[in-house]
Nanobody, 125 residues
């Protein structure tokens, strides 16, 4: 099974940017649909974005309305790495961010069988 490790979190001011990385060490990374989720203290896990497995046709992406236009999800299969570029960050983006791998493109965490440990993102006012 694929193993996932997130990195790149930190403390930024509102309006700033961060790029999160998710390194995958399992087999057949290119065949996995990948997703980013986040969870703030006392709140439920929330879908952020997802990207389909790579094919001859370019992969498709899906974003939560709360981040659409500000966040970009992409993958580099030669490096077995998933990325989340976060721009125009807002205090409400503060959360632990998790990457996940699954068999289908989905917004539902239950469809992802492998999860990383998470990386903290804190956005100050």
């Amino acid at each position: 099974q694929v193993q996932l490790v997130e990195s790149g979190g930190g403390l930024v001011q509102a309006g700033g940017s961060l790029r999160l990385s998710c390194a995958a060490s399992g087999r057949s990374f290119s065949t996995y649909n990948m997703g980013w989720f986040r969870q703030a203290p006392g709140k439920e896990r929330e879908f952020v974005g997802a990207i389909s497995a790579i094919s001859w046709i370019a992969s498709t992406t899906d974003y939560a309305d709360s981040v659409k236009g500000r966040f970009t999800i992409y993958r580099d299969n030669t490096k077995n790495t998933l990325y989340l570029q976060m721009n125009s960050l807002k205090p409400e983006d503060t959360a632990v961010y998790y990457c996940a791998a699954g068999g289908r493109l989905s917004r539902d965490g239950a469809d992802f069988g492998s999860w990383g440990q998470g990386t903290q993102v804190t956005v100050s006012s």
